[in-house]
């Protein structure tokens, strides 16, 4: 099976734009979750989508959104882009095995906001 | 915050030793992963141990959970240059939506 892909793999963006990123999961993977790497931060978690739906959201501003579409690839947004948000944005489909989720994780998209 | 705090924050080993990093955590869980990342790419998933499970092996790979204490650690045994990346435990919660990271242990092994 192909892996999980995320494009594009690096953007340069200025303050005050906005960005979109796009996954797309492993075939057959329903869930995708979205996490933000940073130096001063590390991982955080920024929200996950099933079926279309959004079913659990971290603890970032209303700039950070996101949706899924019906073949499970998803998009993010960021809004009104500023300098903390230059960042590693992984993406990352699940497979559920039971009750036990072991997450693959993409190449992530590398964003500098200047 | 972060669910799981790693330690040491780095390692640095010659090919051949065994490498050890631990992770502390703070609630329950329903399982814990292991990732390795080279160099600011993606997150390899290494391994997967359940809450119910105290051991577990995958090749050169040994981790263990103890959910009493709220630790785990993960062993790389007979470490290689290759396996020079930082590592991180992932606490998955009791929801299984969503995975909170530790800081991470930058391991170097020197050949």
């Known amino acids: 099976k192909a892996g999980v892909t995320q494009t594009p793999r690096y953007l340069i963006k200025t303050r005050g734009q906005q960005v979109t990123l796009s996954c797309s999961p492993i075939s057959g993977h329903r869930s995708v979750s979205w996490y933000q790497q940073t130096p001063g931060q590390g991982l955080q978690f920024l929200f996950e989508y099933f079926s279309e739906t959004q079913r659990n959201k971290g603890n970032f501003p209303g700039r950070f959104s996101g949706r899924q579409f019906s073949n499970s690839r998803s998009e993010m947004n960021v809004s009104t882009l500023e300098l903390g948000d230059s960042a590693l944005y992984l993406c990352a489909s699940k497979r559920t095995s039971g009750n036990y989720n072991e997450q693959f994780f993409g190449p992530g998209t590398r964003l500098t906001v200047l | 915050s972060q669910q799981g705090e790693e330690d040491p924050q780095a390692l640095s080993i010659q090919e051949g030793e065994n490498a050890t990093m631990n992770c502390s955590y703070k609630t329950s869980i329903n399982n814990l992963q292991w990732y390795r990342q080279n160099s600011g790419r993606g997150l390899v998933h290494l391994i997967l141990?359940?809450?119910?499970?105290r051991e577990k092996h995958s090749g050169r790979l040994r981790v263990t959970l103890d959910t009493s204490k709220k630790s785990s650690s993960l062993l790389i045994t007979a470490s290689r240059a290759a396996d020079t990346a930082s590592y991180f435990c992932?606490?998955?919660?009791?929801?299984?939506?969503?995975?909170?990271f530790g800081g991470g242990t930058r391991l170097m092994v020197k050949p």
């Open positions: 141990i359940r809450s119910n499970e």
């Open positions: 992932a606490c998955d919660n009791n929801a299984g939506n969503m995975l909170t």
